[in-house]
Nanobody, 121 residues
């Protein structure tokens, strides 16, 4: 079993910055892709940014140039640096990882519990 614990959310003024972290723990052999999703009230959950096991990032058009995703495989952690935040970035942010617990195990999908990001003056 793998658990994901997120941190770093909070209240920030427009134009401000936040850094989200998500650390995986448990029985982990390897982690494949990692990503951050968000869900605003009344809206569907959407992919914000993803990063492959090779470190190749991808971003939603709405956050390109403002958000940066990175990973530290030694710590089983994924980060999301969010700059130039806008009120429309307000949402609950969830991390997601594909991980296997043993060499021959299939990759299972895991989610964090979510962290609230509120951008408001």
């Amino acid at each position: 079993q793998v658990q994901l614990v997120e941190s770093g959310g909070g209240l920030v003024q427009p134009g401000g910055s936040l850094r989200l972290s998500c650390a995986a723990s448990g029985i982990i052999f390897s982690i494949d892709a990692m990503g951050w999703y968000r869900q605003a009230p009344g809206k569907q959950r959407e992919l914000v940014a993803g990063i492959t096991s090779f470190g190749s990032p991808s971003y939603a058009d709405s956050v390109k140039g403002r958000f940066t995703i990175s990973r530290d495989d030694a710590k089983n952690t994924v980060y999301l640096q969010m700059n130039s935040l806008k009120p429309e970035d307000t949402a609950v942010y969830y991390c997601n990882m594909g991980a296997r617990s043993r060499r021959q195990s299939p990759i299972y999908n895991y989610w964090g519990q979510g962290t609230q990001v509120t951008v408001s003056s």
